[in-house]
């Protein structure tokens, strides 16, 4: 376990709250210790109310918030007596609690305090700190894992049972605390789902965090279950494509709205699908209750949707039978596949929800894999997870979230992507909510967004074998696809036909309209598979309806693409699949056009740029966002029943008119 703590760092930290920030995010910083909002701390602060009166303040980590990038405004303020009187009632419902904590705050604009905000109230420390560390639920979640915790701490912890967070799980921390607690106390580790240690100080509290975690990975290095080697896996499948598309959809089905499914073939993730034992091992449930929510109950193996969602609603069914009363939104769709030839595949309504269960199952494996090796793991029974699953509060927050983006879970593919029309096709489908995939071939489409929902490749559409490739990686990603938007193309300089070299039409040809083709045909199995159905948008042009002199190959690749799609339009119908284009003109913010170029157009024509630039019958400037806005509507329901139209983004053209 390493400890993260500098001294030199905290010295500039005066105030409490500060130093509770500054450990808090050492905690977040460390993987194993918390994952994505999991994990708690707290400090306890004297401060003067509105009256001039000394008041005891908790401040809680507020849900939302994740440990690692926290601020002060992260932390709700509470009344701290209040918060403690509410831990002697008898009882008091999840719904209440919530209430009661958001009511006895001091900043109203402050987050939602945890809801393990009472357990930190009736610790008597000024510095609280609670993890999921993974090696913990490793030694709890294994057999005789009570016997094996209370032999690694003796009496340097209080141990309870495991209960569902929330108010009853405070009351029984107090009860067993202040009869069990004793002078060599400095934590309390809660059974099947972490850890907490407590001290006068930021640091105190931080060290004995990294002294009692280690105590535990001690242990399992002891035991040899610590550096467990795995087989080497047999390799992954490779052109999966399809397949993955096939398994998408049927996801899709079964969660009722389009997913992203994200493919892991890292070799321990390998290993783990490809274990003989899988089946024992895998199918126990996630260590924690905060990985429940995110991971559902239990990994799904092999391909099999179906099957799985009848097997969850027979779980489901015995165990809700109130599911009606409670208004409980029925999820039969797993979280996770392991597959022996696909390797891991996670699951999500959004790319950042698939990404954020990979990383929290990676670190189920681990866990699984050591506790295995200690002699079993073992997880808590299904009606627990499922009371976790199925948690009144959760329920509350997913009736809240309101209306998902446009194109939540859906995945779009950009060609030429890293500039102009294409580069604002992405961000306008990135921003209704979108997975996108960016081709191009300039090489900063890599690393043109630092983003779950986005994916850069660099590709030259011209290679049948580039455009595989391309295909593979955006399926690994995120599943499947939706939507083709056709942007990449070049303009070649004027030059008339007299003078037009054979070598010069074919290099327009091969990449304003062989490659786009090519594209179409490889993508067409995946668009066919979309959950609601494929859609394409090809960027057209003006010189389609108007052509004009001295740009004939690229005027006939772009009819000629125009038509393609027309044809597309009337084979893909069938499928489900509707294809539009949009012709766009004089559209100059795409870096193509240099400020002295546009000079010089204006001048050829007696204009200023001004005028120039809104040449057109709407004396209207047509910008690349203008464009992208238009191909992202037509992928969406406003042009749900449409297909094979031909929009023009022009500010109205007298010629196209
Ligand atoms: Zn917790």
Redesign the pocket.
């Known amino acids: 376990m390493n400890n993260l703590w500098s001294e030199e760092e905290f010295r500039q930290l005066t105030d409490e709250l500060s130093q509770r920030v500054y450990s808090s995010r050492l905690l977040g910083h460390d993987k194993s210790l918390v994952l994505h909002g999991?994990?708690?701390t707290s400090v306890k602060i004297i401060e003067k109310n509105a009256f001039g009166e000394d008041e005891e303040l908790l401040y809680v980590k507020g849900s939302g918030w994740d440990l690692e990038k926290i601020e002060e405004g992260g932390f709700s303020p509470l009344r701290l007596d209040y918060v403690r009187r509410l831990a002697q009632l008898p009882s008091l419902s999840d719904p209440q609690m919530v209430n009661e904590l958001v009511t006895h705050m001091t900043r109203a604009t402050a987050p939602a305090p945890s809801v393990?905000a009472i357990l930190h109230a009736i610790l008597p420390y000024k510095f609280v700190d609670?993890t999921?560390a993974d090696a913990v639920l490793t030694v709890s979640n294994s057999i005789d894992g009570e016997t094996r915790v209370r032999e690694i701490y003796g009496d340097r912890v209080v141990v309870i049972p495991y209960m569902m967070?929330g108010f009853d799980l405070a009351r029984l921390c107090a009860e067993r605390f202040s009869t069990e607690a004793g002078p060599n106390t400095i934590g309390m580790v809660?059974l099947n789902?972490?850890i907490f240690s407590f001290g006068a100080t930021a640091r105190e509290s931080y060290e004995r965090m990294i002294f009692l975690v280690g105590l535990a990975e001690d242990y399992l290095q002891r035991q040899g279950a610590w550096n467990v080697p795995n087989h080497a896996p047999r390799p992954a499948k490779a052109g999966t494509r399809v397949e993955l598309a096939q398994l998408r959809k049927n996801l899709s089905e079964t969660m009722g709205a389009p997913a992203v499914v994200a493919r892991h073939t890292g070799e321990r993730c390998l290993a783990f699908a490809q274990r003989e034992d899988l089946a024992a091992i895998s199918q126990q449930g996630p260590a924690?209750?905060?990985h429940v929510i995110r991971t559902k109950r239990l990994p799904m193996l092999g391909r099999d949707v179906h099957a799985y969602a009848a097997a969850y609603r027979r779980y489901f069914d015995e165990l809700e039978p109130m599911a009606k009363e409670r208004k409980i939104m029925l999820d039969p769709a797993p979280r996770i596949v392991l597959d022996p030839e696909l390797g891991m595949c996670t699951v999500g309504r959004t790319a950042k929800d698939a990404a954020i269960v990979a990383e929290i199952f990676n670190h189920t494996i681990d866990i699984i894999v050591r506790a295995t090796a200690l002699g079993g793991y073992r997880a808590l029974p299904a009606k627990d997870i499922f009371d976790v699953e199925y948690w009144d509060l959760e329920q509350a927050k997913l009736r809240k979230s309101g209306k998902p983006a446009m194109f939540a879970g859906e995945v779009a593919l950009v060609t030429g992507a890293a500039s102009g029309i294409g580069k604002a096709c992405v961000e306008a489908l990135l921003s209704r909510g979108a997975a996108v995939a960016g081709a191009d071939l300039n090489p900063n489409i890599e690393t043109l967004y630092n983003r779950p929902d986005f994916l850069g490749v660099q590709c030259d559409l011209t290679s049948g074998e580039a455009v595989g490739r391309l295909l593979e990686r955006t399926t690994d990603t995120f599943g499947g696809l939706d939507m083709l938007v056709l942007n990449a193309g070049i303009f070649p300089g004027g030059c008339r036909i007299d003078s037009l070299q054979a070598d010069e039409w074919q290099r327009v040809m091969r990449i304003n309209l062989d490659a786009n083709l090519v594209l179409m045909r490889e993508c067409h199995p995946l668009l066919k598979l979309a959950p609601r159905g494929g859609r394409v948008v090809v960027i057209g042009s003006k010189n389609v309806p108007a052509p004009g002199p001295g740009a004939a190959a690229y005027s006939v690749s772009k009819a000629a693409l125009n038509q393609l799609a027309r044809v597309a339009a009337l084979e893909w119908g069938g499928d489900g699949i509707r294809i539009n284009s949009l012709h766009p003109n004089a559209v100059f913010d795409t870096g193509i056009w240099t400020g002295e170029m546009l000079a010089s157009r204006a001048r050829h024509y007696g204009l200023t740029v001004e005028e120039y630039k809104k040449n057109n019958v709407l004396r209207t400037e047509v910008t690349s966002s203008d464009v992208a806005e238009l191909a992202a509507e037509m992928c969406g329901p406003l042009f749900a029943k449409t297909t094979a139209a031909q929009v023009p983004v022009d500010g109205g053209n007298d010629r196209v008119i």
């Open positions: 999991g994990g708690n393990e609670h999921h967070p809660l789902h972490g924690t209750p905060d």
